[in-house]
């Protein structure tokens, strides 16, 4: 019994440090010249047009509109 018990905790931390490690910084450049550093992959709601991203410096998440957006790249960690 707690032999399963410690292969399902090893399993839900291995897990987890996968999936934290598969997140990267992306920088977003909007067209009046500000870069915003966030903390993932910003995601795009095609319906509202729309950009929510965690910002990488306050920790809040916020929101964009596409149309103010210039471009988004990855960050090399």
Do not use: H, W
């Not at 032999?3 to 992306?26: E, P, R």
């Not at 950009?51 to 103010?68: C, L, P």
Request: aromatic share 4%; charged share 25%.
């Amino acid at each position: 019994m707690k032999n399963k018990i410690l292969m399902a905790s090893i399993f839900a931390a291995a897990t987890l440090f996968t999936v934290a490690g598969c997140s990267s910084n992306q920088a977003v450049k909007t067209n009046d010249g500000k870069t915003i550093v966030t903390d993932g992959k910003p995601e795009v709601d095609d319906d509202t047009g729309l950009v929510s991203y965690e910002n990488a410096e306050t920790g809040k998440t916020e929101q964009i509109n596409r149309d103010q957006v210039k471009s988004m790249n990855e960050l090399k960690n």
